[in-house]
């Protein structure tokens, strides 16, 4: 089976311009997860989404950051206008949740997009 | 709050030689879940293990063992005979077992095997 899909995997952008990340989860997975590693803070949640509606975007470090997830199939993160700090790895990772309680989920993660806003 | 603490920012040892990876985390939930990922050079993040806060048994995966104790809040990652291909930055996390379960990552170890 496929894993977590991400696109691109690198990016070099200049300052200003619109990125769009993109996620396609593995195949029957019902949450996925948005996350950020850099050096400073390591890695932080972004924003997740179950059945497609996002739940909890507290992560999102501002307005210039949205995340969409239109279909089960694929998700994407969008800053706009982008700066020389949003440079890091950008994570997407999903998981089959079911139920609640004691059924903990594997969370899966793609292979990671490294952005570069100079 | 949930925290995960590795206070290990980097360890280098020798191939063939065991290493334990120390993991310490803090959560208010009586059950939760704890995972271990690995960052090789590469860049992706590979699930290795993940551990229920019910059950404390030790598990073996070949020359991966993992040793979770609850009354010390450690799950603590040991290599055995340690091989070159082990070397990258190992994540501890912990998730909360209610809502979508999102991680909490500790800072990582960075693991170094030296031929």
């Known amino acids: 089976d496929a894993g977590v899909i991400q696109s691109p995997r690198h990016e070099v952008t200049e300052m200003g311009q619109e990125v769009t990340l993109r996620c396609k989860p593995i195949?029957?997975?019902?949450?996925l997860f948005w996350y950020r590693q850099t050096m400073m803070r390591g890695l932080e949640l972004l924003i997740y989404?179950?059945?497609?509606?996002?739940?909890?975007d507290s992560g999102m470090p501002e307005d210039r950051f949205s995340a969409k997830m239109p279909n089960a199939s694929f998700s994407t993160l969008k800053i706009q206008p982008s700066e020389p700090r949003d440079s890091a790895v950008y994570f997407c990772?999903?998981?089959?949740?079911?139920?609640?309680?004691?059924?903990?989920?594997?969370?899966?993660f793609g292979e990671g997009s490294w952005l570069t806003v100079v | 709050a949930q925290k995960v603490t590795q206070a290990q920012t980097e360890i280098s040892v020798v191939e063939k030689e065991d290493v334990t990876l120390d993991c310490v985390y803090e959560?208010?939930?009586?059950?939760?879940?704890l995972f271990w990922y690995k960052q090789p050079p590469s860049g992706e993040l590979v699930f290795l293990i993940r551990?229920?806060?019910?059950?404390?048994q030790n598990e073996i995966s070949g020359r991966y063992s993992w040793n979770f104790q609850k009354s010390t809040s450690s799950f603590n990652f040991t290599i055995t005979a340690s091989q070159v291909v082990d070397s990258a930055v190992y994540f501890c996390?912990?998730?909360?077992?209610?809502?979508?379960?999102?991680?909490?990552f500790g800072q990582g170890t960075r693991l170094t095997i030296n031929p």
């Open positions: 990772a999903s998981s089959l949740r079911v139920g609640y309680g004691r059924s903990g989920n594997t969370i899966y």
């Open positions: 195949s029957g997975h019902n949450s």
């Open positions: 989404f179950n059945n497609n509606v996002p739940i909890d």
């Open positions: 959560t208010r939930d009586t059950t939760y879940y």
């Open positions: 551990r229920n806060s019910f059950d404390e």
């Open positions: 996390a912990l998730s909360e077992p209610q809502g979508a379960q999102k991680l909490v």
